[in-house]
């Protein structure tokens, strides 16, 4: 089947987990679209391995799945303290730092 | 599914049209995920689409030649990120709702509208680049090793070695880092069940406060809510036994009672005032006389 059917519905969820980064408050909710970003790019890049022939495009989405997993760990951490402190996981809410 | 798979992994790099079928029906599922990921006014809701997207998404790796890291998909996204996702959903607390006013005027708009832009600018350039291309398929890379697996642990110790420690290394420390992150220090020694007795005996020297449990609710006395006092050997109310966001018009909580109660209640309260009452008589409910133990504790009490 042709790649390119791949790469767009790639680009589509890219774009769509984009759109809920920008459009979004709830923390939860932003950290789930650029998990869906990630999973858009691996996507891509099984894709792309397999219209080469060659399997680096694999071993590429495999690291990228492991640093999400750590990516996801720290972040949920953070937001957990986050809330703990400020009772709210709305991302429009941590601005102390503002004047 | 299973004979589609096959179909898909049979017909390899040319693409059949199990492998089309199968794209169209889980392409369109994970768009439908990823729309529900931004448009679910709940939190939970949103978790459960990109779970669904998640496993489209291991399907289409399993089409695309990629058996591993379909598997890898599911046990590590749909297994592991997703429901930690959804344990601190449940912590932080469900009914956490979105904020929909806008903070920076006109933001929505300019997002919708820039995320448009790229996303035709991509579908554009990548659908002619990609135009009329064709996979070569891993056919002859997985025979290499011997399979798609081998394949790819041979690309993992040998090329990518010293990224995969240093992937290793970060994995690792992230998980110190959560347990660093999640951690709340306590300040103050915990009470073991020796220091609140101590506690509560401190109390009452003090205050006089009752050191002992609470009365229990009258939950089996006139009806079964637990907002119901228990009643006092007097007839009255006890305002202890029931739970405190309860306390308050203790009396305005006691149901309507029973005809039979409310004579009992009467005929306690008038002996514990000191005014005598004919009693019927009171028998021993094993033998059904009159009991002499009974007569004589009422005689007593009506001596004192």
Redesign the interface.
């Known amino acids: ?9 790639s ?10 980064v ?5 923390a ?2 932003v ?3 650029v ?2 970003m990630l ?1 858009a790019a ?2 891509a890049f ?2 792309f ?8 495009g ?2 590429i ?3 990228v ?10 972040g ?6 986050i ?2 402190t400020r009772r ?3 991302i ?1 809410e941590p601005h102390l730092l503002r004047n | 599914m299973r004979s589609l798979l096959l179909l898909a992994a049979e017909t390899g ?1 040319t ?1 059949g049209t199990g ?2 079928i199968t ?1 169209w029906i889980c ?1 369109t599922l ?2 439908l995920g ?2 529900g ?2 448009f679910s006014r709940k ?1 939970v809701h ?2 459960l689409s ?1 779970a669904v ?2 496993i489209n ?1 291991a399907v ?2 399993l089409i ?3 058996p ?2 379909g598997l ?2 599911v046990i ?2 749909t297994g ?2 997703m429901m ?2 959804l344990f ?2 449940m ?2 607390g469900v009914d ?1 709702s ?3 006013i806008e ?1 920076l005027k006109g ?2 708009i300019a ?2 509208l ?2 448009l832009g ?2 035709i600018l ?2 554009a350039a ?2 002619t680049a ?9 056919v ?3 025979s290499l090793y011997g399979g ?1 697996v081998e ?2 642990a041979q ?2 110790f040998t ?2 070695l010293l ?1 995969l420690e240093v ?1 290793a290394a ?2 690792i ?3 110190l ?2 347990v660093v ?2 951690h ?1 220090e306590r300040w103050e020694p915990k009470l073991g069940q020796p220091e609140q007795s101590v506690i509560r005996m401190e109390r009452y020297k003090e205050t006089g406060e009752h050191p002992g449990p609470l009365p229990t609710p009258g939950v089996l006395a006139t009806s079964n809510a637990v907002g119901t006092p228990a009643l006092l050997p007097d007839g009255s109310p006890s305002d202890l036994s029931i739970p405190g966001p309860l306390r308050g018009e203790i009396h305005s909580r006691i149901p309507d009672q029973p005809q039979e109660i409310a004579a009992d209640v009467d005929e306690v309260r008038s002996i514990a005032s000191g005014e005598e009452t004919e009693r019927p008589e009171i028998l021993n409910p094993i033998s059904g006389h009159e009991d002499p133990e009974i007569e004589e504790a009422d005689d007593e009490r009506g001596e004192q």
């Open positions: 089947m042709d790649p390119g059917n791949y790469i767009i519905l680009s589509i969820l890219f774009c769509i987990g984009a759109l809920g920008l459009l979004r408050r709830n939860i909710v950290f789930m679209s998990e869906l999973n691996n996507l099984v894709t391995a397999r219209m080469h022939g060659n399997l680096e694999q071993a989405a495999f690291f799945m492991i640093v999400a997993a750590a990516e996801v760990v720290v949920l951490a953070i937001i957990m303290t809330f703990r709210s996981v709305s429009d | 790099e693409g492998e089309e794209f392409g994970a768009v990823a729309l990921l931004i939190t949103s978790a990109v997207t998640m998404l289409l790796f695309n030649e990629a591993f890291l890898v998909q590590v996204y592991a990120v930690l996702f601190v959903l912590l932080v956490t979105d904020s929909f903070t933001q929505r997002a919708v820039l995320i790229f996303g991509v579908i990548v659908g990609l135009d009329g291309m064709v996979s070569v398929g891993l002859e890379a997985n798609n394949g790819l690309q993992m090329t990518y990224a992937v970060l994995i420390t992230a998980g880092g959560a992150l999640a709340r």
